[in-house]
């Protein structure tokens, strides 16, 4: 595969921080390998500009197709742009028959899809099955992207901007991606299981009323709203389905946990309403949302993909879905030839939730990755929600890097 290379700028005039994008791209791509895709990520300050934009990247780059969303801010090696005018840029020049635009006017028939990036809006009706739909499609099963967030009309670009619906890019088998969920929350009591639900509500847990475990892991009593309150504003809930570990290392949740808001207590039926469909068998646990747990969170990935690309693990990532960690599958031994490989690019997409303060300082989140990665070319945005395998996801980071030799 061929090398990457990235660029962003801020201004608020569209045309000024495309031309900076551009100078850095530029200075990066090797006259010998010409770009075939790019990917954009532009702050809601452009949304209104869309067009314009993708204009001007086809005008900039003849024969690039282009995929990319708004975000409420977007983010490269080390940068993070959030609340101002911006935008950030990766291209490739992959070979062309490696990968497929998709969208409501560009069906994936006729191509061997095995993972794909995807962008969707969220007022989507019935968005999950969409994206289990598509994951079917694929060989992998594996999908990563996010939903758009826009204050100012959601758009996403693939090959063309467009408004409802999903839209990305699929890869084929050939294209050698690893990819992790990091989560941002932190559980404040125990797992336990969903006995009794109806649509949001879940009435018991464990047997108990759902609401009696929550006071009791919130330290808290329904007599005192003026203490309770301020206390369930902040409370989270972690779901995961019944095959599937809600907790992973130290405590922390699993690659496979939804994290869904708490929309409602009941103190006369002792029941509490989340945002999601609840059943019976589920795995439940309250959390809160935890700046160190989640910067912990996101150096452990980051570590665990490098881990992977080490020759002296004597393993390497091979393109196949497995894991419930969210990697692409490892091989325990590298075939020959691939003893050596690295990442040339990658994507991250990041909770508007978690960007800005949550991490501490500006540009915190993605001065991590660069740490931890080192400065690779990167792109990414601040999403509506996370997507991972065909889920979708609240409070977490969306790490895919595509590996070379």
């Known amino acids: 595969m061929n090398a990457f290379a990235s660029g962003h700028g801020s201004h608020p005039d569209w045309r000024m921080a495309l031309s900076m994008a551009t100078a850095q791209v530029d200075s990066q791509l090797a006259p010998q390998s010409p770009p075939t895709l790019g990917f954009v990520y532009f702050s809601d300050h452009f949304a209104g500009r869309a067009e314009a934009l993708l204009a001007a990247l086809h005008d900039r780059w003849p024969g690039v197709a282009w995929v990319g969303s708004v975000g409420v801010g977007v983010l490269a090696s080390g940068v993070e742009y959030f609340d101002e005018p911006a935008l950030v840029l990766l291209l490739t020049g992959m070979p062309r028959d490696s990968f497929r635009v998709f969208s409501g006017a560009q069906p994936l028939a006729g191509f061997g899809a095995f993972s794909a990036l995807v962008h969707a809006d969220p007022a989507t009706p019935d968005l999950d099955e969409l994206l289990s739909e598509l994951s079917r499609r694929t060989e992998s099963g594996y999908l990563f992207g996010g939903l758009a967030a826009s204050r100012n009309g959601v758009r996403h670009v693939a090959d063309g901007v467009w408004q409802g619906a999903l839209s990305g890019v699929a890869f084929a088998q050939d294209v050698t991606l690893v990819s992790r969920v990091t989560q941002g929350c932190q559980p404040i009591g125990p797992v336990r299981r969903i006995t009794a639900a109806e649509q949001n509500r879940v009435l018991a847990l464990d047997g108990e009323p759902a609401l009696r475990c929550l006071l ?190």
């Open 216 to 405: 009791r892991d919130l330290d808290a009593t329904a007599d005192a709203p003026r203490t309770l309150l301020p206390k369930l504003r902040s409370t989270l809930v972690g779901l995961s389905e019944e095959t599937e570990a809600l907790l992973g290392r130290g405590a922390m949740f699993g690659a496979d946990t939804r994290v869904r808001h708490l929309v409602g207590v009941d103190p006369a039926q002792e029941v509490v309403a989340v945002a999601d469909h609840v059943r019976v068998g589920m795995r439940l646990a309250f959390c809160h949302r935890d700046v160190q747990a989640a910067r912990r969170d996101l150096v452990r990935i980051c570590s665990e993909i490098r881990d992977e690309l080490s020759p002296d693990l004597d393993r390497m990532v091979l393109p196949a879905h497995g894991g419930v960690d969210g990697a692409l599958h490892v091989a325990e031994r590298p075939p020959a030839g691939m003893e050596s490989r690295h990442i040339l690019g990658a994507l991250y997409i990041s909770c508007a939730g978690r960007g800005g303060p949550h991490f501490g300082a500006p540009s915190a989140e993605a001065q991590i990755l660069r740490h931890a990665l080192g400065d690779v070319p990167l792109a990414g945005f601040f999403a509506g929600g996370e997507i991972a395998r065909h889920h979708l996801y609240g409070y977490t980071g969306v790490l895919t890097v595509f590996v070379g030799g």
